[in-house]
């Protein structure tokens, strides 16, 4: 795992209680949901902005149709014009993301997506390198 991504996961933490940075893992990805207040933003997207040299696909942009290929938009699910996606693919087992996707239901709040994304197939050994990544983290974060 990147020293740069370690770096600023604790910068995050000056943002969101460690408890709330609980990174779970699945068969593609480990990573943590939390939820980003309007006044959290800016400074949230600065800190993202100098690991990911800024944004993969900006909100209010929308998607290209070749984005829809990569694997991991498909594991989120696609992206949509309002949302935003960083994404640094500097590593050969995983791709790290940001994906921030505002509220319908209220445009003053937005859930934040960060962790690392597991392409291919989960075979044993990638299995034991996702706990291994997910246990790192959470020493990160505490």
């Known amino acids: 795992m990147q020293e740069s991504f370690k770096e600023m996961i604790k910068e995050l ?7 709330n940075m609980y990174f ?29 040299k800024g944004p993969f696909k900006p909100a209010g942009e929308k998607p290209a149709r070749e984005m ?21 693919t500097n590593d050969a087992e995983y791709v790290y993301f940001a994906a921030i996707w505002p509220w319908q239901s209220d445009p003053s709040q937005a859930s934040l997506f960060l962790g ?12 034991v390198l996702m706990e291994n990544t997910k246990k790192e983290l959470e020493a990160v974060v505490q």
Not at 68 to 88: M, P, S
């Open 68 to 88: 829809g290929d990569l694997e991991v938009i498909q594991a989120l699910n696609g992206i949509r014009k309002e949302q935003t996606l960083y994404l640094n």
């Open 24 to 52: 779970n893992q699945d068969l593609q990805f480990v990573k943590t949901r939390m939820v980003v207040t309007e006044e959290k933003l800016a400074p949230l997207l600065a800190i993202l902005d100098k690991f990911y």
């Open 13 to 19: 933490k000056t943002f969101f209680a460690p408890e």
């Open 116 to 127: 690392l994304h597991f392409g291919g197939l989960l075979t044993p050994a990638r299995k």
